[in-house]
Every structure is written in structure tokens, then in C-alpha cells.
């Protein structure tokens, strides 16, 4: 498997095929120190077997459908369940375990920049219709690391894509990433049911609970807290419902270690962004430096539509026609 490099003067991003898994992203602190900011393993063989998420892109559909069960035009689909009875990130062998086909792009308002290809055959996990996907991987002079989703279909099908790296900016393998300030533009977000184990529907407002991030605070703040949503998942596992979503590309948050004084910010033109914590790390699996994997390592930022959409029809559209084009833009700048 080769590893691809985007780099700028600043910034160097380390990439494979599979998945297009993000395996590094070293950028300086603010004395010039390097580190790797992103969750992974330090060997190309440890990466290939272990959690194909990390970093990865996700897809057809990133985040969660209840049963995997949806309609479009009255015609029930049923797709691959694979976290426990819910569809989670494309199936089993969703678009972060696909080859994905890698060439340089030249490409005017980057200093370098690789596209992704992918064909999703008609049927691949249950989906509907042939789906081609690009995504390009381009890095800007002034440290933009820019993700462009596209996708067209030849029937009627559902998409909603991802990006999965987490991120600690003292350094991956470093302790832990629970100490970082956050900010999110989000006066609202999308509680889990317990029973569904995803969203129910509800979009609640983030006032007074752990969940109101619109001022930056210690991610420990809303992890230590004495929640129902945050008892439930073991720390945050949320979608957030970006204030003001209009389409255009915006602020959608701000991650910033104080410890190494590095910062990422997030933009998006999608209505939201999934916050993980990694609950689900439980020390058993070594990854970088060595280091046992654990809870709170990286925080994961994935801009996306919310999940379930294609339940909901108060929900952001998941819907692609044939003759339509997805796009989506996801950019992680590091200041
Ligand atoms: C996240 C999701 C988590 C977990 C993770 C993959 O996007 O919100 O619940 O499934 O992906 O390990």
C-alpha cells in the first residue's frame, strides 16, 4: 500500500489508498516543535489491521440509520447493519474499507493536491444506484488542509460523507486530548435515544447543558459531567446543528490545545458536525508512540448532515437524483 504526501512548508499529511485514510498530519507548534496530531498506529501494517475509521472517509452514508431501514418514493431499502441493529458508516465494507483510486491534481488555489476516485456499484451494502465519488485532498499555502466531496448516481440514493481523523494537537500518542479547548457554532444539537442508539428526532437547545460549546471550554468540562446524553455514551457522541447554515462555507468550530498552543479550525458548508470522544477506546489496542489507545486520545470532527436524516423530514436532505451533484466541503486549518 503507498503512502501519499501532501505537503506545504509548514504542514506534511501522510495518506493511503485504503479508505483514504489520513495517517499523519504534522505541523509545528509555535517554537517550530513537530508533532503528529492525528489517532493512528506508528507502523503502515498496524494502520492496515486496526480501526479502519481512523481518519478515513466515510460513506455512503457517514453516521447512523436506525435499522438501516429508508425509503425514497415509497420503495423500503434495507441496508447492511453493522452496529448492532443500526447502519453505521456505510456498512461492513463501507467507502473507509474501498481502494480508493489516487492521482496529483494540479489544481490553482492549492500547493498540492490528490483526487480521489471511487465507483459504488448499484447495490454496494444495499444502496441504490451506481455511485461515483471524488474527493480531493488539497493543502493550501496558509496551512488549509481541504477535503471536496463529489458524487453523482445513476438512481435515486441517499449520501451523507465524512472525514474521520481525531485529533490531539499536543501530539498523537501523547496522553490525552481532553484537556483541549473547544468552541463550536452550535446553539443546538441532536439528542441520542437510548433506544434507538442514535438521534430521535428532537434538535434541543445546548443552553445549560454540557453540550453549549458556543464559548470555548475544556472538552473535560462537558466529559466530567453529570448528564444523561454524556452518562449514556461515556463522554460526547454528538451531532451539533450549526447556527446559521446557509450553504456557504463557514466557521463551524475551533479546537486548541493550550499546552502546545496549537490550534485547528473547522470550516464547513454542511448543517452540522458529529463531536466523538472516543468512548469506545478502552486501552486494549497500542497506537502511536507505542501508547495504549484510550478514551479521549483525539477528538473527531466530522462535518456532515445529521444522522438518520433519511428518517426525518425535518431533517437536511440526504436525497441525490440522478443528474444531481453532492458536494461538500470540509476544511481543517491549522493556525
Ligand atoms: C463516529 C461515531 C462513533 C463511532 C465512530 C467509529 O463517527 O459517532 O459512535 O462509531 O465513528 O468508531
Known amino acids: 500500500m503507498k503512502v501519499y504526501t501532501l505537503k506545504n512548508n509548514v504542514v506534511e499529511i501522510d495518506f493511503i489508498p485504503r479508505g483514504g ?12 516543535n513537530i508533532a503528529d496530531v492525528v489517532v493512528g498506529y506508528d507502523s503502515l501494517e498496524e494502520t492496515l489491521n486496526g480501526d479502519g475509521y481512523f481518519g478515513a472517509i466515510c460513506g ?5 440509520i436506525v435499522k438501516g431501514e429508508f425509503e425514497i418514493d415509497k420503495e423500503k431499502f434495507q441496508l447492511d447493519c453493522n452496529d448492532n441493529t443500526n447502519h453505521l458508516h456505510g456498512g461492513h465494507e463501507g467507502f473507509h474499507a474501498k481502494i480508493w483510486d489516487v492521482t496529483e491534481v494540479d489544481l490553482g488555489q492549492f500547493v498540492q493536491a490528490y483526487k480521489l476516485s471511487l465507483t459504488s456499484e448499484d447495490g ?7 455511485l461515483d465519488v471524488t474527493v ?8 488549509q488542509f481541504v477535503i471536496e466531496y463529489a458524487a453523482e448516481t445513476s438512481k435515486p440514493t441517499v449520501i451523507n460523507l465524512t472525514s474521520h481523523p481525531y485529533f490531539n494537537l499536543n501530539g498523537a500518542g501523547n496522553g490525552s486530548a481532553v484537556y483541549h479547548q473547544l468552541q463550536i457554532n452550535a446553539s443546538y444539537y441532536t439528542p441520542i435515544s437510548a433506544e434507538l442508539g442514535t438521534t430521535s428526532g428532537i434538535i434541543a437547545r445546548v443552553n445549560g447543558t454540557p453540550f453549549d460549546f458556543t464559548k470555548p471550554k475544556s472538552v473535560q468540562l462537558a466529559c466530567d459531567a453529570n448528564h444523561e446524553q454524556i452518562n449514556m455514551i461515556g463522554g460526547i457522541d454528538h451531532n451539533f446543528v450549526l447556527d446559521d447554515f446557509n450553504g456557504s462555507v463557514k466557521l463551524a468550530g475551533i479546537l486548541t490545545d493550550p499546552e502546545s498552543g496549537r ?4 470550516y464547513t458548508d454542511q448543517p452540522g458536525i458529529q463531536i466523538y470522544t472516543g468512548a469506545h477506546f478502552d486501552g486494549s489496542e497500542r497506537g502511536k508512540n507505542g501508547n495504549p489507545i484510550q478514551q479521549c486520545q483525539g477528538i473527531a470532527m466530522e462535518t456532515q448532515i445529521f444522522p438518520n436524516s433519511p428518517n426525518y423530514d425535518h431533517f437536511p436532505n440526504a436525497l441525490l437524483k440522478p443528474g444531481e451533484r453532492y458536494t461538500h466541503v470540509c476544511i481543517y486549518k491549522f493556525c
Open 21 to 32: 485514510q489520513i495517517i499523519s498530519i504534522r505541523v509545528p507548534d509555535s517554537n517550530g
Open 60 to 64: 455512503r452514508y457517514a453516521n447512523r
Open 124 to 130: 454496494d451494502q444495499n444502496y441504490p444506484g451506481k
Open 136 to 143: 480531493v485532498y488539497g493543502l493550501t499555502e496558509d496551512n
Open 263 to 266: 490550534k485547528l479550525e473547522v
